[in-house]
């Protein structure tokens, strides 16, 4: 009688809570596929309607979060977003021409190279001077631009 009342109790409860949980959840999910590097826009989205059980801790649910990255693996379209899957946008592209800077009192040099890896502004970074052929560090300054030493 007593283990009746407690089986009882279990699921009157259990049904309770499973009346607070959300059987679907609106996030953001690309609207085609992304490839990797492939900068991820705000156009670049939907919001969708997902069962709330393929939305996990990592899933990204603000769009505004998902607007700022590159994906970093292939992104079906409308499937949600792993945060593991995406990184913040680079600010200078692997293999990506740069304007390299170098910088005297007095005196400023400019030219060209290639960004031998992705990096942010503030970011170290290694370029290729495609002249001497030479491999350079420097600092990303801005978009595009490299800043060396």
């Known amino acids: ?13 259990t049904a309770a809570h499973a009346a607070d949980v959300p059987e679907t959840v ?10 990797p ?9 939907v919001m969708k309607e997902v069962p709330a059980g393929s939305v996990f801790a ?35 592209s692997r293999n990506g021409a740069v ?6 009192p007095g005196l400023e040099l400019v030219g060209s190279g290639q960004a031998l890896e992705d990096a942010r502004v503030g970011d170290s970074v290694r370029v290729l001077n495609p002249n001497s052929r030479a491999t350079l560090v420097g600092v ?6 490299v800043e060396v030493q």
Do not use: C, E, W, Y
């Open 37 to 45: 590097g492939d900068k991820i826009d705000s156009r670049d989205l």
């Open 140 to 145: 990303v300054v801005a978009a595009n631009t």
């Open 26 to 35: 609106r996030v953001p999910v690309p609207v085609a596929a992304l490839q």
């Open 58 to 92: 990592s899933t990204i649910q603000d769009p505004s979060v998902l607007a700022a990255m590159q994906a970093k693996r292939p992104l079906p379209a409308g499937k949600p977003v792993n945060r593991l899957h995406v990184k913040p946008q680079s600010d200078v």
């Open 1 to 13: 009688m007593l283990r009746t009342a407690i089986v009882f109790a279990l699921l009157l409860t």
């Open 99 to 104: 304007t390299l800077v170098f910088k005297r």
